[in-house]
């Protein structure tokens, strides 16, 4: 007989491991055959999604406030005492279902991740898993007490970027200099954690039988539609059909600011003088005015901030113990979403807003598939979902529309968005290739190795039409302050493959909004039950990994930059 789940995630929130053990090990135990098979199926489904609520709760609470020792207790408990040994017990799970040669329409993709997934696990790995989960904790905690002195007054990182956008250029380096120096004062700390996270990780990935852990990542992460190879075409197409662009823009920067040479912190102000643009002053107009835009794209995404907002499920303004960057995770027990982020009043977080509400509709598009398992596609059409409402949502940003902006700082707003799309490829390609070649490199263990190979990458990409003389310790510091090369290795190209396909949801947009709508919304609700190249189409996509295709895109970007600038 099965055993009793409990009735809501609360029952999970101060357990510990022996709590919730026995009720995996009752799936793990109970008879199993084709007669019985859906119960086990939903009954697993039940237990993983109050298990995962409960954690996300934990850690969307630590983020908040990562200097509250409660809160952080709770994250490592849940994230790297019980995370890994849950995870153990789900790959004998899965080897269960793999054995017995289950399958029916909706679940292809899913048994095809349970049979990766299951030939993966080495029980080896659990407690690595389990060091890694403190790591990244510990990075967080790291990160969250980063503070700088400006003008006196106590600020985060992130709270000096509205100076980035300042008239005036000495205030402009200043800032600049002094965000990157709060990094660089870390750098012993951020090697040492890195480091550790290194080793542990082609670790796990020796333990499985790889040979590195990019090799084993790509598995992991149940890449079954392209290639480590096929992210190295990504990075040559970036360089050949993108590049030109990115200097186009660039160009233009330095004309428009009548400067001899653009430097790195005149790459965020407006190129023409005019005002810094000010969306919001307050994270509740944040919060009405997203519902108010959102609601232009599809009167369901109205509801959709609404109700994130009533069930308090969004944290969005900066402040000093916050975790950086931003997010969005599914509460896969209500089937709910939530949205963290660090707002200080600038154009990039309306974007972030965005961003994030497009993942956030993601959960609720899928809430209707009876299984966790079916539900989340994988990180690159999930990146489909957030950069296509970033487009899809740029017509109706002005203000007459219930909006952030008069027209004229519209048309403002899209043109850094549309540019910004463009500026980004060079920085996917950067950094995909920076974690690349520091896990199938033995230099890669090398922390001053690192540093040079960052500032190589860039100049590959980046081009020279911004001046970076005597800035190496100031561009060697862009990548201590990416996220991702710590909390989320190898999550980077997923990116860049989904911004090409959401830059064609957006041109499909451009011909007939409501019918481009639709489709995204089809493909979001079709979940993890079709594949990737399958989801992309649905959306009307295809997947991209070439030059000609990139260029392609990118010529309607510049025709649309064109058409506003006109």
Same mark, same amino acid.
């Given at each position: 007989?099965a ?6 995630p609360?029952?999970?929130s101060?357990?510990v491991?022996?709590?919730i053990r +026995? ?5 793990v135990?109970r008879p ?10 939903s ?9 995962s609520?409960?954690?996300?709760l934990?850690?969307?609470?630590y ?5 509250d &020792?409660?809160?952080?207790?709770a ?10 040994k ?8 899965q080897?269960r ?7 029916r329409p ?16 080495? !029980? ?14 510990e ?11 400006w ?5 985060? +990182?992130?709270?000096?970027?509205p100076?980035?956008?300042?008239a ?8 600049f ?25 082609? !670790? ?14 790509h ?27 990115? #200097?186009?823009?660039?160009?233009r ?7 001899d040479?653009?430097? +790195? ?10 005002p ?11 919060v ?12 369901? @995404? ?21 975790? +950086? ?11 709910? &979403? ?8 600038i ?17 609720? !598009?899928?809430?209707h ?21 970033e ?23 899209r ?7 463009i500026?980004? @490829? ?10 690349q ?6 230099e890669?263990r ?9 500032? #190589? ?5 980046e081009?020279?039409?911004v001046d ?14 990416? &996220? ?5 290795p ?14 064609q ?7 007939d909004h ?19 190249p399958e ?12 030059a ?19």
């Amino acid at each position: 007989m099965a055993v009793r789940l409990p009735e809501s995630p609360d029952a999970f929130s101060e357990a510990v491991w022996d709590d919730i053990r +026995p009720y995996y090990e009752e799936l793990v135990e109970r008879p199993l055959d084709r007669g019985n098979v859906e119960e086990w199926l939903s009954d697993w489904s039940q237990l993983d999604s109050l298990l995962s609520e409960a954690s996300a709760l934990a850690s969307f609470a630590y983020t908040c406030d990562t200097a509250d &020792p409660e809160r952080e207790a709770a994250q490592l408990r849940l994230g790297s005492e019980i995370g890994p040994k849950a995870h153990h017990q789900r790959s004998l799970l899965q080897r269960r279902l793999v054995d017995l040669d289950y399958v029916r329409p909706g679940l292809e993709t899913m048994v095809q991740r349970f049979a990766n997934q299951s030939e993966i696990f080495r !029980e080896a790995n659990v407690p690595l898993f389990a060091q890694l989960s403190k790591l990244v904790t510990e990075w967080s905690k790291v990160n969250g007490a980063l503070t700088v002195d400006w003008n006196g007054d106590e600020k985060t +990182p992130a709270q000096l970027l509205p100076y980035l956008e300042s008239a005036d250029r000495l205030e402009r380096e200043r800032a600049f200099k002094l965000r990157a120096q709060a990094y660089l004062l870390k750098r012993d700390v951020l090697v040492r954690l890195f480091d550790r996270m290194y080793d542990l990780r082609q !670790e796990v990935a020796h333990n499985a039988g790889f040979a590195n852990y990019r090799d084993f990542a790509h598995r992991e992460k149940n890449r079954f539609d392209y290639t480590p190879d096929d992210c190295l075409r990504f990075h040559a197409a970036v360089e050949e059909s993108v590049l030109p662009a990115v #200097e186009r823009i660039l160009e233009r920067r330095r004309r428009d600011m009548r400067l001899d040479r653009l430097r +790195p912190w005149d790459t965020a102000v407006d190129p023409k003088g005019r005002p810094q643009l000010r969306p919001f002053a307050t994270a509740d107009e944040l919060v009405s005015r997203s519902a108010a835009v959102l609601g232009h794209v599809d009167i369901d @995404f109205r509801g959709y901030v609404n109700a994130m907002a009533d069930a308090a499920l969004l944290d969005l303004e900066n402040r000093k113990a916050k975790a +950086p960057g931003g997010y969005s995770s599914s509460l896969n027990f209500r089937r709910m &979403p939530l949205i963290f982020m660090n707002a200080v009043g600038i154009d990039d977080d309306v974007r972030t807003m965005l961003h994030e509400a497009g993942h956030a509709f993601h959960t609720f !598009e899928t809430s209707h598939l009876a299984l966790l398992f079916q539900r989340h596609p994988g990180a690159e059409m999930a990146e489909v979902a957030s950069m296509s409402m970033e487009l899809l949502s740029a017509p109706f940003i002005a203000a007459k529309d219930g909006g952030y902006y008069t027209e004229d700082e519209a048309r403002r707003s899209r043109t850094e968005l549309l540019e910004g799309i463009i500026l980004f @490829f060079p920085h996917c390609a950067s950094v995909d290739a920076m974690q690349q070649w520091m896990y199938t490199n033995p230099e890669g263990r090398d922390p001053d190795a690192r540093d040079q190979r960052w500032l #190589e990458l860039r100049r590959r990409f980046e081009g020279d039409r911004v001046d970076w003389s005597g800035l190496d310790q100031e561009r060697i510091a862009r990548w201590y302050q990416q &996220p991702h090369f710590f909390g989320y290795p190898f999550y980077y190209i997923e990116y860049g493959i989904a911004q090409l396909g959401a830059l064609q949801v957006w041109r499909n947009s451009r011909r007939d909004h409501k019918d481009a709508v639709r489709r995204y919304r089809s493909a979001l609700a079709l979940g993890a039950t079709r594949r990737l190249p399958e989801l992309f189409a649905a959306a009307g996509a295809r997947l991209i990994f070439d030059a000609a295709g990139m260029r392609e895109l990118v010529e309607s970007v510049e025709e649309e930059l064109a058409r506003l600038e006109a």
